[in-house]
């Protein structure tokens, strides 16, 4: 290959793969933040259901792909790759820019969570367009023989977009303060996106057509009727369904298990700090990326089909031992066994305890404005080996009367609380919580709705305009956990997600010279995009949503988990997945696939 050539095709590699990067950059910011935004868009009143609900629509994104594969496919194979996939480019910056700018529930109630859908769909169809297009655009203008090395540049943007979606995250969170970030901070990584896609669309705009396409439609080579032709005619048929269930299903689930999985399992079952999962995440996919490039060119040396497979076999056999790996490294009964002793000194209650106080409009009657009243009691948990956990539990209150507090009167803007509760050992404890709120000087006392089978007392400054709330229920304390990890600790997860990544690269490395190898020119873009994003889109998308919720029965809602190995529950989804995949694909899927249409 000419130096000329090179330089050429290094353009088209460069071009193709930062729009392609900022796509999936865009794309999963939204899972990146998922735990953030399932407290911004979604009702609060149940942490666990609207983390689901995000996932859920997180996963709405990845349903409409093969949708946007069809509609953008079949403009690539009729229009060209060039403009197709400059559309698609406009189309998901501006879908995510809109994301960050969407009000909060609390504002515009359940058209947050619809909006946020609706955004959701539209990034969807754009990716359904976007990867089939610049993968096309690429192996059209890679040599023979050397489409896998030149393709698995393309495959590394998926995982450099994940990676500068954490990273962003935590420059975001290393510049603002805790309370900045969770107030509007998050929205940074989505307004961020607007200039990358800008930047990219001006490249594109210079970009030339694929060569292979455009001499194909200058001799009148091109599909009339790409759709039909991919889906009606019987053979071409047969390898997009030979595409899917013999390699893209399980492609699919092993990448998202690998990285969107690790991922959340380590910041919602193990309950590690989101700061330090995003640092350990991003060094392993760091370390992992040039896989990609490698396994894409030996690909081309002993052919697609055992790289892939052996991938999808490692996966099924490691996955659990992995992970119940991982979580026992951060389980405090695991811990003890080890001889990781609590240090007693620590366990005490860091700051005072802290209330605050949340209005909403009641369900029955929206002219009445209910408080709740969150109290957390945080302590911290020090153990010998120099981890540190977080414990907070909250209780929350809702009053049945008017809270007896006059802002005028006290001269300042505070409220206390005091009631009586019973430790383990069932003596009364006598508790005192200062309540944070916004409320000013000139604003009126607001009714509350109901709880407490505490005995509440409601005093401003030490007075005495003391009111008892003795009726209502009581609600379960929700206790929420945050560990800190140690060095050791973080390098052991970094080499278990490194592992994972290293069967993500071996999976997806091939897979688009795998893919574009199995169709003809005039219909390769609308045949290869439906079966790699229904593959990834449908079965590697549903991945998170579906091992989350299997999880969480596999624990249930009391003190002990129904199953002892709960947290390994959610495995059984991409491991039967990519088993019937690894099977399909074993005995149907020809060697001599990677030379026919060569």
């Not at 859920?56 to 509609?71: E, N």
């Not at 005072?352 to 957390?376: L, Q, R």
């Not at 956990?389 to 209150?397: I, M, N, P, R, S």
Request: glycine content about 8%.
């Amino acid at each position: 290959m000419s130096d000329k050539s090179t330089k050429g095709i290094w353009k088209v590699i460069s071009a193709s793969s930062l729009g392609t990067m900022i796509e999936w950059y865009d794309f999963y910011i939204f899972g990146s933040l998922a735990v953030v935004l399932s407290t911004k868009f979604f009702p609060s009143d149940n942490p666990t259901a609207a983390f689901l609900s995000t996932l859920a629509t997180f996963a709405a994104g990845f349903v409409v792909r093969p949708f946007g594969a069809l509609f953008f496919g079949r403009l690539g194979d009729l229009i060209g790759r060039k403009y197709t996939f400059m559309v698609t480019l406009v189309l998901m910056g501006g879908a995510t820019f809109m994301i960050g700018c969407i009000p909060s529930y609390e504002t515009i109630g359940f058209m947050a969570p619809l909006l946020v859908l609706l955004l959701r769909l539209l990034q969807g169809l754009a990716l359904g367009g976007e990867y089939g297009g610049a993968a096309t655009y690429v192996a059209e203008h890679a040599p023979k023989g050397q489409r896998g090395y030149w393709t698995s540049w393309i495959q590394t943007t998926a995982t450099v977009g994940l990676f500068i979606s954490l990273m962003v995250i935590l420059i975001t969170k290393g510049i603002l303060s805790k309370e900045e970030f969770d107030a509007w901070g998050w929205r940074v990584p989505f307004w961020v996106s607007i200039f990358m896609v800008f930047v990219s669309y001006l490249i594109r705009k210079n970009m030339d057509e694929s060569p292979v396409f455009a001499k194909a439609k200058s001799e009148g080579k091109t599909s009339v009727n790409p759709l039909k032709e991919s889906f009606g005619h019987k053979l071409n048929l047969k390898f997009v369904l030979l595409a899917l269930f013999g390699a893209t299903m399980g492609q699919g689930v092993v990448w998202y298990t690998g990285q969107f999985y690790a991922m959340s399992f380590m910041k919602t079952v193990q309950s590690i700090d989101s700061s330090q999962v995003d640092t350990l995440l991003g060094i392993a996919l760091l370390l992992g990326t040039p896989f990609f490039v490698f396994f894409g060119w030996l690909s081309d040396k002993i052919g697609r089909k055992t790289i892939m497979m052996t991938g999808m076999l490692l996966a099924i056999f490691l996955y659990r031992p992995i992970y119940r790996q991982m979580y026992h490294l951060t389980d405090a009964k695991e811990m003890v066994k080890n001889n990781i002793t609590v240090v007693k000194d620590s366990c005490k209650a860091i700051g005072s305890y802290v209330a605050t106080v949340k209005t909403e409009a009641d369900k029955k009657d929206p002219s009445v404005k209910n408080t709740k009243i969150f109290i957390d009691f945080k302590t911290d948990t020090l153990y010998s080996n120099g981890a540190k956990f977080h414990y907070t539990k909250t209780d929350t209150l809702y009053l049945a009367k008017e809270l007896a507090y006059d802002a005028k009167e006290s001269g300042k803007n505070e409220t206390w609380i005091k009631f009586d509760s019973k430790d383990k050992e069932g003596a009364v404890v006598h508790n005192v919580v200062k309540v944070k709120n916004d409320l000013k000087e000139d604003e009126k006392p607001v009714k509350v709705d109901t709880l407490a089978a505490l005995a509440l007392k409601t005093f401003t400054s030490g007075e005495a305009k003391d009111k008892s709330h003795i009726d209502g229920i009581s609600v379960k304390p929700n206790v929420a956990v945050v560990k800190n990890i140690t060095d050791d600790v973080r390098w052991t997860l970094i080499f278990l997600i490194f592992v994972q990544v290293i069967f993500v690269t071996m999976v997806y490395g091939p897979i688009a010279a795998f893919l574009v190898e199995m169709f003809p020119v005039k219909i390769r873009y609308t045949s290869m995009s439906l079966p790699y994003h229904v593959g990834n889109g449908i079965f590697g998308g549903l991945l998170p949503a579906i091992s989350t919720y299997l999880v969480t029965t596999a624990k249930g809602t009391g003190p002990k988990p129904l199953n002892p190995e709960f947290y390994l529950e959610g495995l059984w989804y991409p491991i039967i997945i990519a088993a019937v995949c690894f099977v399909i694909g074993m005995i149907y899927i020809d060697k001599k696939i990677n030379t026919l249409h060569d």
